[in-house]
């Protein structure tokens, strides 16, 4: 298992930028694919972005395509989301997840592919 705590979150004016952070502890964090989710008042929990155990082979949601930047840096065991250009409806509490995957490649899109989740940290981007 592995431990997950994200912050960086906060409240931003429309067209600002902040930068999450999920810093792991536990089982070794480069032995698993990680994903950022976010879930909006009164909506499910959906996909923002998602990235490989190495760091190479990333995925991104249509609604954040060109303004998020997932990465992560394994020497420091976290996780990282990279938010430009937000918008009113970016508003949501940001979880970070990761899970096992299959080799050092795969990127994981789905919520049921993640086992372990953090407390999530919120986003609030006024317009």
């Known amino acids: 298992q592995v431990q997950l705590i994200e912050s960086g979150g906060g409240l931003v004016q429309a067209g600002g930028s902040l930068r999450l952070s999920c810093a792991a502890s536990?089982?070794?964090?480069?032995?698993?694919?990680m994903g950022w989710f976010r879930q909006a008042p009164g909506k499910e929990r959906e996909f923002v972005a998602a990235?490989?155990?190495?760091?190479?082979?990333?995925y991104y949601a249509d609604s954040v395509k060109g303004r998020f930047t997932i990465s992560r840096d394994n020497a420091k065991n976290t996780l990282y989301l990279q938010m430009n250009s937000l918008k009113p409806e970016d508003t949501a509490v940001y979880y970070c997840?990761?899970?096992?995957?299959?080799?050092?490649?795969?990127?994981?899109?789905?919520?049921?592919?993640?086992?372990?989740w953090g407390q999530g940290t919120q986003v609030t981007v006024s317009s």
């Open positions: 997840a990761a899970g096992v995957g299959q080799g050092w490649i795969s990127v994981l899109l789905r919520e049921v592919e993640y086992d372990n």
């Open positions: 536990g089982r070794t964090f480069s032995t698993y694919a």
């Open positions: 990235i490989s155990r190495n760091g190479g082979p990333k």
